[in-house]
């Protein structure tokens, strides 16, 4: 038991010789810029954030060393970034190995920085040291400021390169760090930040440091849109954040911490009274989406625990056990902890891999879960019968499954009789089209091409999986054939290599319905095959909303504003030219030809694939728009309708 304490193209021709010559060096922060995805993963939309993200894990290490109490995140006109922090400031010295100033270093040099074993920080998130030197690099240009001593030292920066050494500017009373930078367009793909991809990872980091302040401003529009966020309860409000649209078991967030040597860790976590699991975990501040040691700890420990309590008090009787999801049923729990030298699989940090971490989240779990319990025995029975109850369900489940593969002879490898199958076996190049109705489904089984192209037909509206168990949807009429189509199982027995379709496109009519249907489909995957969506292979087919003649040309338009370019263009200029326009009123309406050349075939096509940037947050829409409490669903209506554009009713 560990000592616990409370805490809070094409190949060229090849030559033939293989020299020296032909290896390139490349100096300073070119590698950054020649392969930037290898540092921020991407230079798309989230490599463009993740700049950010660097910079302000920059100060929140030095909040983890006790020296920063405040940081603001602005973004200005342009699309520039600020960020201020009122930590001790960046060294300004000579830095010994290089004989330049440590400012010039950490910004100039990559795996530069005070968390390499130089007594700067025990604790880091940036323990890579590259993330100043990689902005910098990414830049079209980068100011910083750093309050220091009593004076405001500056240093400029465009693309990596020093435009203007280290001057002093002024003096001041206050230290700390102000970084200023403007993403290159010669990098990026997008510069325009997203105000609320930004806001949610600054709450984030606010639950994670209980007691730091950090305020975000977005200075672009006419009115300046703010927010300041500060946690007292850290983590603890983070789980009553989580939880805000679910109802509780009990009021209760249950808070165990402890630490060992130098590394310490916060478990938070509440049942509610829904069937899915919320477990979110950082290192270092750092999320983790993939898990590792701490969460592995704390699910040994929390199933451990809860067995022996069952038994303790009788309500597992005759050596029974409950699993380890049954005992995650409906739980939402936050894991943060906080380590010397954390071992990341990769720049990204998505899993932790440090062994000593599972050791000390399930001794802590252990001892201060037992106490809990012990102190709180209703809370206790609470919790052991909601984990029978998901015990009971999923062992109905498994009847029900077993019954089904018998009366449908799953065995056998038989497919519903409502799929149409395509003759490709490879599922990297198949694609199955889920489509609402027989009539589309018609259309779309003359209108594909059956080498590659799978129809499967859905008619009403199937079940809504928020608000049911596993054991509900295999005996659904409507959800089975589909589970039975895609091949790879669901919730714990899903298994991604047995899938049979590496594109999964749902196709339902552009209106109100349709958007429904969509919904039920994207919550039903997101809660029990969230592996398809991971991987990108569930996808939006996109029909065309309107059709313009003239003579005997023929056009589609997939909005409004596209109607009315095409209809133009087609006029020629002359308004005495009639263009007749008709809306689709569905995918049925089309006929074979024309569903094939506006929404199947891959030539023209267009499809919006699904992702899954933030599962916390789609976890909370699901639960709004499609759980069992109105209120929520009311309020998020009446907020969002206003951006609902030419909605069709």
């Given amino acids: 038991m560990p000592d616990l304490v409370d805490v809070t193209g094409l190949t060229e021709k090849i030559t033939e010789e293989y020299d020296a010559s032909q290896i390139q060096v490349l100096e300073g922060l070119e590698a950054v810029r020649k392969r930037p995805g290898m540092y921020i993963g991407s230079t798309s939309s989230s490599g463009l954030h993740h700049l950010v993200y660097e910079i302000v894990d920059n100060a929140i290490d030095e909040a983890l060393a006790g020296y920063c109490t405040d940081i603001s995140v602005i973004i200005n006109k342009g699309d520039t970034i600020t960020v201020i922090d009122n930590g001790r400031g960046i060294p300004v010295d000579i830095q010994q190995q290089t004989g330049k100033s440590a400012l010039e270093v950490v910004y100039t040099v990559l795996h530069a920085g005070g968390k390499f074993g130089g007594g700067g920080y025990k604790v880091s998130g940036g323990l890579h040291g590259v993330g100043a030197s990689v902005v910098n690099a990414l830049s079209e240009w980068l100011e910083v400021q750093v309050y220091k ?312 509206k199937m079940l809504n999986v928020e608000k049911a168990r596993a054991d509900k949807i295999y005996g659904n009429d409507k959800l089975y054939p589909m589970i039975v189509a895609l091949g790879a199982g669901i919730g714990e027995e899903f298994n991604i290599d047995k899938l049979r379709y590496h594109k999964i496109i749902i196709m339902a009519d552009a209106d109100v319905d349709g958007a429904h249907i969509r919904t039920l489909l994207l919550t039903f995957f997101f809660r029990y095959m969230r592996p398809l969506i991971e991987r990108g292979y569930v996808y939006s087919a996109v029909p065309p909303l309107f059709k313009l003649t003239r003579g005997k040309q023929q056009r589609v338009a997939y909005s409004e504003p596209e109607r009315d370019r095409i209809s133009a263009e087609m006029r020629g200029g002359n308004p005495n030219v009639k263009v007749e326009i008709n809306r689709f009123k569905g995918l049925g309406e089309m006929d074979p030809h024309e569903l094939w050349e506006t929404t199947m075939d891959p030539e023209r096509r267009t499809l919006r694939r699904i992702t899954l940037e933030d599962a916390v947050l789609a976890d909370q829409i699901f639960t709004v728009l499609m759980g069992e409490e109105v209120e929520p669903r009311k309020s998020w209506i009446e907020v969002n309708a206003p951006h609902a554009d030419n909605l069709d009713i």
């Fill in 149 to 460: 001593g009593g004076k405001i030292y500056e240093m400029k920066f465009s693309r990596g390169e020093i435009t203007e050494g280290i001057t002093v500017i002024g003096e001041t009373d206050r230290t700390g760090t102000t970084v200023t930078f403007k993403p290159d367009p010669e990098i990026f793909d997008e510069t325009v930040y997203d105000y609320e991809i930004l806001h949610k990872r600054m709450r984030e980091q606010a639950f994670l440091n209980a007691g730091l302040r950090i305020k975000i401003e977005d200075r672009r529009g006419e009115e300046i849109v703010s927010d300041t966020m500060h946690y007292e309860g850290g983590i603890r409000e983070f789980v009553e954040y989580l939880n805000v649209n679910k109802t509780p078991v009990f009021d209760d967030v249950i808070y165990m911490s402890g630490g060992r040597s130098d590394s310490i860790a916060e478990v938070a976590f509440q049942y509610n009274d829904g069937y899915n699991e919320m477990l979110v975990s950082f290192a270092n501040n750092i999320h983790t989406p993939e898990g590792g040691m701490h969460e592995t700890g704390f699910k040994a420990a929390l199933t451990r625990v809860l067995n022996a309590y069952g038994a303790k008090i009788g309500m597992l009787k005759n050596d029974d056990k409950i699993s380890g999801e049954d005992c995650r049923e409906g739980l939402t729990a936050v894991i943060s902890v906080k380590l010397v030298n954390a071992q990341f699989e990769g720049q990204t940090k998505a899993k932790l891999g440090n062994a000593e971490i599972r050791s000390l989240v399930d001794g802590i779990v252990s001892e201060q879960l037992e106490i809990f319990l012990e102190e709180n025995p209703a809370a206790g029975k609470a919790i052991i019968e909601k984990a029978l109850t998901a015990s009971r369900a999923r062992e109905a489940a498994r009847r029900a499954r077993e019954s089904v593969r018998r009366k449908t002879g799953l065995e056998s490898g038989q497919m519903p009789d409502k799929l149409q199958d395509c003759n490709e076996r490879d599922p990297a190049l198949c694609e199955i089209y889920i489509v609402e109705g027989d009539s589309a489904a018609g259309s779309a089984i003359q209108g594909r091409d059956s080498r590659f192209q799978a129809i499967l037909s859905m008619w009403g």
